[in-house]
């Protein structure tokens, strides 16, 4: 981008900008979190709305000069519901949550009361901090009813969490992870939620945009409240959404504005509209079935070097590698991809007995390279470059 302003006015920062530009250019981000986002969305993002206070909700603020906010606003929610096929006379959308943490510690504002029981995966399994663990505030206000993944298949055992919520009798539970690379049977969970009377609450932060792109199935047909992040396979800004089902709608509201935050970023909310009108558009489907493709075959070639891939593969942009298997930990294996231009990130893997700041594996996802371009073929080089560097690595350290 040109920053014609900022390179006279303040070049220490204009500078960081220029160098992380150059970083992003020149590795290969293999973060399952992050994306690139279009130059339309950055420019809404860097509006003039970031000047206007706008706390309240459409024809309802607290201050004046809100004509154009009322519009976004509008515009925003329409193109949310529109773009996951939802009738706003069934759903209501809120745009106003500045990210997926507190979108999150909202609904349970909302729905859960204080030292209630949220049932969620386990932050070492492939759940969130804020799905209850005890260093989040969730876990703090409210009683996380942790549950896993099955040992032998290292997938979700609907039995087991059908079992531990008759016993828990949560008032919550979140499906919906940050590093589970299958696909999840929302059908089950209504039904374990309906068998405890439960809200069953769908995080689909990482997936939204493989629902978009109609490559992962739609949670909205069973679930109560649905939060997503916005920045992720959805490729839009750094922010969330919260859909609930109308008769939920004012207590989330309520609790997202005057509850939690105060003035919305309207700035993001004009950059998460556009990226929203992006993903409706037919080359976002095609986008969204490569990513899967792409994490298919990295997982799949990374699998013929002898790299062991939990639950033996992926259905997602992402999938979890065990790099302890091959004596390497996840801190190491990071450190090593990091010097040789391949981002990851270390991440514990179901079971790890080794702690999460130096955990057993490392999580890879699609969803960066695939927005720069990256095909199949790509994914072949990238496989056979994480195995030279990781299994050579002496003899390249000696090289370089
Ligand atoms: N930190 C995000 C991720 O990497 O999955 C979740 O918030």
């Not at 706008?54 to 519901?81: F, I, V």
């Not at 949550?97 to 979108?103: E, L, Q």
């Not at 309520?254 to 558009?281: D, R």
């Amino acid at each position: 981008m040109i920053f014609k302003n900022l390179r006279k006015s303040d070049s220490e920062i204009y500078k960081l900008i220029i160098a992380e530009e150059k970083r992003q250019k020149e590795t290969i981000n293999l973060i399952a979190s992050e994306n690139f986002v279009s130059e339309s969305v950055l420019e809404a993002l860097g509006s003039v709305f970031t000047n206007k206070y706008s706390e309240g909700y459409p024809d309802k603020r607290y201050y004046g000069g809100n004509e154009n906010c009322d519009k976004l606003e509008k515009l925003c929610q329409k193109r949310a519901l529109k773009l996951f096929e939802l009738s706003p006379q069934k759903w209501n959308i809120n745009v106003q949550p500045y990210s997926g943490s507190p979108a999150n510690l909202a609904i349970y504002l909302a729905l859960v009361p204080l030292g209630g029981k949220i049932m969620g995966m386990r932050l070492d399994m492939g759940g969130h901090l804020t799905h209850g663990h005890k260093a989040s505030a969730t876990g703090k206000l409210w009683k996380q009813i942790p549950y896993g993944v099955s040992l032998k298949t290292e997938l979700l055992d609907y039995d087991e969490i059908m079992r531990i919520a008759k016993k828990e009798k949560p008032d919550l539970i979140v499906c919906g992870y940050t590093a589970y690379s299958r696909i999840i049977d929302f059908k089950k969970f209504r039904k374990i939620a309906d068998a405890v009377n439960a809200y069953l609450m769908v995080d689909m932060s990482h997936f939204a945009g493989l629902v978009a792109g109609d490559v992962y199935p739609s949670p909205f047909k069973y679930a109560d409240v649905i939060m997503t992040t916005t920045h992720k396979t959805l490729r839009g800004p750094r922010a969330a959404l919260i859909f609930s089902k109308k008769e939920l709608s004012e207590k989330i509201n309520k609790s997202v504005f005057p509850g939690l935050q105060g003035g919305p970023h309207m700035n993001t909310v004009a950059s998460i509209a556009v990226a929203l009108a992006e993903a409706a558009k037919p080359e976002f489907k095609k986008y969204a079935q490569q990513v899967v493709q792409n994490s298919k075959t990295l997982a799949s070639e990374l699998q013929k070097f002898g790299w062991r891939i939990v639950s033996g593969g992926t259905d997602t942009h992402l999938f979890l590698v065990d790099t302890i298997s091959r004596g390497i930990s996840g801190k190491t294996t990071e450190k090593i991809l990091e010097k040789n231009g391949i981002i990851v990130n270390k991440n514990t893997i179901p079971f790890d007995k080794r702690p999460p700041t130096d955990p057993s594996g490392i999580r890879i996802g699609t969803p960066a390279i695939t927005s720069q371009g990256f095909k199949e073929k790509n994914m072949k080089k990238i496989a056979e470059k994480i195995n030279f560097y990781l299994t050579k690595r002496k003899k390249y350290a000696k090289l370089k």
